[in-house]
């Protein structure tokens, strides 16, 4: 097999600098990667070809060879290698190196190896009362979290020192490990990522930087947000780590059961007692809304269990659009308490129907219904 230029390989210029052979290599190594191919042999041939190229270009001495010489002056079937580019050993130092800022987990975030983490987001649930839900309110909370220690800046060392190099991973914060083919970046155990140590810990942080604290804040709640609802302070969560930026506060409302109301979105529920007299004869209701009260005109012979709607008296959601409608359902109550004047006239009335179904819609079907049923069987 013909080989190929390894600079056409990598498709850069003869006099390419070690960061734009880097580069290339990288691009196409993720490319091709047997890992993001699986059983693509033409990936796995050119995944070997960038490599063999990389590994020769990005050592000095061999790519003088190899510029002197050509493909003579480095091949590694001379030097007796496994063939195919992946004869050297050096090929996981190459991988390791090329892959480790994103193989290594730095603990989340950018910002390098071991260096400055983001610190964690925090949530509080916020319970409200419909009425401060649909219009709004501000308020205050406490919420226990990290924040910046500030005896010793965030560093964790006693003022007047500082934290020196780790001298397991030499100030990397990570460690490599060779697991098979790969080598693996993995967070330095003794520095936790931080490549630093520290001598003589601060005493108000012990030496962590950040300490707990009721931090007091003050949430502006806007009108219409639901149960479930998020809202993001950002940069109110846990300070970050060795400098790190802070985490987000999410505020999550849960709105409180209200005696009266009932929520379903932008839509109010509730439920309206009304006398026996008023069902039959009509009259007039005053019903609650979040706005105060207001008159509802109820037609005679009103059924128990008729809704009543009011256009626009519901809620206007947070994310827009017009305010829901609120829906009054009207329960006849049977009167109880009854003095002898009143039974007295109930019965006359109870007599005054007796015989005549026309006045009761509902019965007059149940009993149809009910006869139906009994003749069938
Ligand atoms: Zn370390
Ligand atoms: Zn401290």
């Given at each position: 097999m013909a080989k190929r230029d390894f600079y056409e390989v990598l498709g850069v210029?003869?006099?390419?600098?070690d960061a734009d052979l880097k580069k290339a290599y990288r691009r196409l190594a993720m490319k091709y990667h047997p890992d993001r191919n699986p059983g693509d042999k033409a990936a796995e041939d050119k995944f070997k070809e960038a490599n063999e190229a990389y590994e020769i270009l990005s050592d000095a001495s061999k790519r003088a060879a190899y510029d002197q010489y050509g493909h003579a002056g480095v091949d590694p079937q001379m030097g007796g290698g496994a063939g195919a580019g992946f004869g050297g050993a050096s090929f996981s130092d190459i991988f390791g190196d090329v892959f480790s800022d994103f193989?290594?987990?730095?603990?989340?975030?950018?910002?390098?190896?071991?260096?400055p983490q983001r610190g964690a987001d925090l949530r509080y649930t916020l319970d409200l009362d419909l009425e401060d839900a649909v219009r709004g309110t501000t308020v205050t909370i406490r919420v226990p979290t990290l924040v910046g220690c500030k005896t010793c800046s965030g560093s964790g060392?006693?003022?007047?020192t500082s934290p020196v190099t780790c001298t397991t991973c030499g100030g990397i914060g990570q460690v490599r490990m060779q697991q098979g083919f790969f080598s693996v970046q993995q967070t330095c155990p003794r520095c936790h990522g931080s490549g630093k140590m520290i001598s003589d810990p601060c005493g108000t942080c012990h030496g962590q930087g950040r300490v707990e604290e009721q931090k007091t804040l003050s949430v502006k709640v806007p009108a219409g947000v639901d149960t479930g609802d998020r809202i993001r302070l950002t940069g109110e969560g846990e300070a970050g780590a060795h400098g790190g930026p802070a985490g987000d506060l999410y505020v999550v409302v849960n709105v409180r059961e209200h005696d009266i109301f009932q929520r379903d979105g932008k839509h109010l529920y509730c439920e309206v007692p009304i006398s026996f007299a008023d069902a039959a004869l009509g009259g007039e209701l005053e019903v609650p809304t979040l706005d105060g009260r207001v008159k509802l005109k109820i037609p005679e012979g009103t059924q128990t269990g008729k809704l009543f709607r009011l256009r626009g008296k519901g809620v206007a959601p947070v994310r827009g659009g017009g305010a829901g409608d609120l829906m009054c359902r009207v329960v006849v109550e049977t009167p109880v308490n009854l003095d002898k004047r009143q039974r007295e006239l109930l019965e006359e009335f109870r007599s005054s129907l007796?015989?005549?179904?026309?006045?009761?819609p509902r019965a007059s079907g149940w009993f149809e219904g009910m006869k139906r049923f009994f003749d069938d069987l």
């Open positions: 210029e003869r006099g390419a600098s193989f290594g987990g730095g603990g989340g975030g950018r910002g390098g190896r071991g260096g060392a006693k003022p007047g007796q015989g005549d179904t026309s006045h009761s």
